[in-house]
């Protein structure tokens, strides 16, 4: 009832003005149930321990504000970015909008970030107990082309040795050229798995290489295939969507929220029916149900967003009791 009354004023505003004042409160808030037991279904997964399997998905707290207070509400792991090399706007405003009798939002943010110096510096430092951190990797809009690998591989240096894991994001919509890379998997990802194995070797600990694919994928198969076989730790299926299932009228950008259910869990099946590796299920993840079906279908985790901007922390505190 609270978040709803706050949510009809929060949906008064501008989408992002309403998310920066979200993650300013949780950051101070001191309601949070610090010293509840999260501790429901434990996974293992990509060499990590997971205290439970819903996670928040990347593009939440892009910048590593908040972090500390979304694990306090139960999260599993927290995924922050995508973050970039050096700071950058994304793309202009307005680039965020909500769809509300269709639970969706569209956005085409763009990578706004502040860059891996300033997201570092917000990492460094003690955990909650069992929480899990990963970072979403991505490219420079003002990288060309030929070089967004070294982009890649300079995010790898800068967090290895804080994050928990690392995720590869070829998949948004938002960034031009940026989805050609999953046609080109196998010779873009030998130089990271390698740049990987290295720190592994230097930490004395794994540092897990994620990759994460869109859900318009025509040949997901392949690149499922690409991916495994060039060392990768697990996947992220999926990203926002370019397709409008059901919608006539929407701005252009990614589409996330219930829309996307449907195809998200097609995708989700084809994966794990093709892999051996671990699968992360993100994208149309709305009820306490969809978490249990897409563990069901097989992901060993999954993420959540759009459902949180809807039902609030509810639907983790809900899905977590219907996991117990």
Known sequence: MIYRALRSLGFLLDPEHAHRLALRGLRFSRTLPRRRRFEVAPVEAFGLSFRNPIGLAAGYDKDGSAWRALAALGFGHVEIGTVTPRPQPGNPRPRVHRLPDRGALVNRMGFPSAGAEVVAARLVGRKPGGLVIGVSIGPNAGTATERRTDDYLFLI?????????????????NTPGLRDLESALPGFLDPLVARREDWSRRLGRPVPLLLKLSPDLDDLEGAVYAAESAGVDGLIIGNTTTQRPGIEEAPPGGLSGAPLGPIALDRLRRAVACTRLSVVASGGIMTPEDVRGRLEAGAALVQLYTGLVYAGPKLLRR??????
Not at 157 to 173: C, G, K, M, Q, T
């Open 319 to 324: 899905s977590l009791d219907a996991l117990r």
């Open 157 to 173: 240096d800068r967090f290895a040795a804080i994050a928990d894991y690392l995720a590869v994001n070829v998949s948004s919509p």
